[in-house]
């Protein structure tokens, strides 16, 4: 009967899940809800809390939690917070493993109080990371019915069945002043569509962070008359025509369409074809460990030294057993049994950890790749990443990123979710803290990365006439190679440069076709890990516009490795796409 009310309540559009409230003794109250209803494949997911305190004189340390249910194992996350008397805090906190529901607990004080009854947050239906379904979100002005249609009509589908074999269409009912100001609270859909009044009353916060999605990657659709409500050099006019322009956005686009028509008539094939494009493919999820490690190597074996233990332990066997018996059988010393074996088992114990200390030592391996659009006019930068690791022990102290940072596990495990005793445990009060379930000891570990963060690293570009002449290196790490385009769209080329160094430019290249961010968006959304190969195997000036610049990098200044200042074997390169606050000519 529970099952029947739970898919029937997911059968209505625009369903805005009740709020789930959580007493813990006289004095503390928690509630907490999902921020939107979610049917994802990538991404986080939204949930928000509000603590109240009743108590007129005295402050609480209270620690709120999502638990999956044991029989749905894979995700712990957990926030502390302390709240004075009287008042009432509100946080939020993401998950990146997706569930039919949660059970919110809080512990009071250290645990002298604590309630765990069955407070269940339900998050919709869910689906897995890697899927080929594009996610969509529209708000609460968008008839999603006659979007549905019109998506069936143009694909000539008839029935639901096919449209949600290729959709995840959610409707939302939150009010615009109600949308969150954290780009991980959309990150997980691929699309977002609006109206053009909803950006009426939208806060600052929340436009923001659809900035922020779209320059990592999102779609937007928004229908009505209107502008673009950012400037700046990442977004580029790609196409006007008198009903719509298209709008390249960093790494995703952006389609404003004038006609206001809730019926979603002039929807056409190229505006389905934006929104899908903007699906990330994950060509690693669901790839069995030794594939994985293939594609990125972060270790040379994973193969068990069978051979070498399978002689070890016969040759154990043979001293311990029949030769230290006759031994102590011809000197009389039988009784000697009973210390020997013991002292010997011990060598053994001793020479296989030996062995394992000598042969791969304690320090971790980290591979670090990933591709940044560094907008040096804003500072702001929009890193795509994939972290690798294999860790003789496993890490103490467990992985810290920051708490903007979108991580997601690609081990093969995440189809399955974790066993028991590997759950995933994210601690989200400083940060984004994995404590356990992250890494394991002598087993590689992936995860794909993405964040958008102000960033102080550029390239200094140094003009003499109005032309430039030489660059200074201040990106963090040596660059390997260097393809630089003018606001004259001169080309220039220049190899290995340290970090902090000034070299002279060349004499430039004469003029060349104008390239195009939306092949770089196309590498970096389908071909993410044959990117340096790609752009170092083909013409880089493909995808350069004037004012821009491609530098490859020896390391990673980026990215985070997770482990703070532990030390590691590093094994880091990075793709700079860098936006110069230069005037471009036309």
């Excluded at 099952?3 to 559009?13: G, Q």
């Excluded at 009389?332 to 042969?359: D, K, M, Q, T």
């Excluded at 890193?383 to 690609?410: H, R």
Aim: proline share 5%.
């Amino acid at each position: 009967m529970k099952l029947r009310i739970f898919v029937a309540l997911l059968l209505i559009p625009g369903i805005v899940f009740a709020e789930t409230t959580l007493r813990v003794g006289n004095d503390i109250v928690v509630k907490g809800r999902p921020t939107f209803d979610h049917q994802i494949h990538h991404g986080y997911a939204e949930y928000r809390f509000t603590v109240e305190n009743h108590s007129p004189d005295r402050s609480h340390l209270v620690r709120v939690a999502l638990e999956a249910p044991q029989q749905n194992t894979g995700l712990t996350i957990e926030k502390e917070v302390q709240v004075p008397p009287g008042e009432q805090l509100s946080f939020t906190m993401y998950a990146n493993r997706y569930k039919n529901y949660f059970n919110m607990t809080a512990t009071v004080d250290g645990g002298q109080l604590r309630r765990s009854e069955f407070s269940e947050i339900n998050t919709g239906s869910f689906n897995h990371f890697g899927s080929t379904r594009t996610s969509l979100l529209a708000s609460r002005t968008v008839n999603s019915d006659d979007l549905q249609n019109r998506i069936e009509s143009i694909n000539g589908w008839t029935g639901t069945g096919a449209f949600n074999d290729h959709y995840a269409l959610r409707r939302t009912d939150l009010p615009m002043e109600e949308w969150s100001d954290n780009w991980l609270a959309y990150s997980a859909f691929d699309g977002i569509i609006l109206y053009s009044q909803d950006f009426e009353t939208i806060p600052p916060g929340a436009l923001s962070a659809l900035r922020q999605y779209s320059e990592n990657g999102g779609s937007l659709l928004i229908v009505g008359d209107m502008e673009l409500p950012w400037q700046g050099r990442t977004i580029n006019l790609q196409e006007a025509s008198q009903d719509s322009k298209r709008y390249d956005i960093g790494l995703g686009r952006c389609l404003i369409h004038r006609e206001a028509s809730t019926s979603f008539g002039w929807l056409d094939r190229i505006d389905i074809d934006s929104l899908e494009q903007a699906r990330r493919a994950f060509p690693l999820v669901g790839e069995p460990l030794y594939e994985i490690n293939s594609r990125f190597p972060v270790t040379d074996n994973l193969t068990m030294p069978v051979r070498g233990f399978l002689l070890l332990v016969s040759l154990f066997a043979l001293v311990a057993g029949p030769i230290t018996i006759l031994l102590l059988a011809k000197m009389n010393r039988r009784i000697w049994l009973l210390w020997l074996i013991p002292l010997e088992s011990a060598v053994a114990c001793g020479i296989v950890l030996c062995y394992s200390f000598l042969s791969e030592g304690i320090t971790p391996t980290v591979r670090m790749e990933g591709i940044t659009v560094l907008d040096q006019e804003r500072h702001q930068a929009t890193t795509w990443g994939m972290l690798g690791y294999y860790c003789p022990q496993k890490p103490s102290g467990g992985l810290f990123f920051p708490a903007d940072w979108e991580v997601n596990p690609i081990t093969e495990n995440t189809y399955t979710y974790a066993a028991p005793e590997t759950r995933y445990h994210i601690d989200w009060t400083r940060g984004q803290h994995f404590t356990k379930g992250a890494i394991e000891a002598r087993v590689p570990s992936f995860f794909y990365v993405q964040n958008n963060a102000i960033r102080r690293e550029r390239l200094e570009v140094i003009e003499e006439n109005g032309r430039p002449v030489a660059v200074v290196n201040g990106l963090g790490a040596d660059i390997e190679e260097l393809w630089l385009r003018d606001a004259d769209n001169r080309s220039y080329h220049v190899d290995s440069i340290r970090a902090g160094q000034r070299i002279d430019l060349p004499k430039p290249d004469v003029r060349v076709a104008f390239g195009s961010i939306a092949d770089l968006q196309y590498l970096a959304s389908q071909q993410f890990l044959d990117m340096q190969k790609t752009i170092l195997k083909t013409t880089p000036e493909r995808y350069l516009v004037p004012g821009t610049y491609i530098a490859t990098l020896s390391g990673a200044p980026f990215m985070e490795s997770g482990l703070g200042a532990r030390k590691v074997k590093m094994t880091a390169g990075q793709i700079v796409y860098g936006i110069l606050p230069i005037e471009v000519q036309p």
